[in-house]
């Protein structure tokens, strides 16, 4: 629910390593940006406009253990990459596995609403360069 973020404020769906190392797509002061977080350096990958609506579906699919694609539909049936595949070879999986965590921040006191999650394994599909499975 985009209605009432802060200003600065982010809301988003991340690949959680640990405090220092995750990666992600959320929406902040009216934009989508794929960020990345290693070794606690903060990078914006990119930054897209949002589709015009008060409330979005965001979506995060893995590949091969360590690329990362985004996508985003104001209906859950129409959807529209944003960026390209992130490497996230770099997030630690060595002792703990990669989580998936809905986050907040960026500002004092952000929070964000968010309607469900849902996590399901990805089907071997051909896909057209350019598209999200």
């Not at 350096?41 to 008060?54: R, T, Y």
């Amino acid at each position: 629910d985009t209605r009432n973020l802060p200003k600065n404020a982010i809301a988003g769906i991340s690949a959680f390593g640990d405090n220092e190392n995750a990666l992600g797509m959320g929406v902040q002061n009216g934009k989508l940006v794929i960020w990345r977080r290693e070794k606690n350096n903060h990078q914006v990958i990119v930054a897209a406009d949002v589709p015009k609506s008060n409330q979005l579906y965001l979506r995060m699919s893995a590949l091969n253990g360590h690329l990362f694609r985004f996508a985003v539909s104001r209906d859950n049936r129409k959807w529209q990459v944003v960026g390209g595949e992130v490497d996230g070879a770099y997030l630690p999986p060595w002792d703990r596995g990669l989580r998936v965590a809905l986050v907040a921040g960026g500002a004092s006191n952000a929070s964000a609403r968010f309607g469900f999650l849902r996590i399901e394994p990805l089907k071997t599909v051909k896909t057209v360069p350019g598209t999200t499975p």
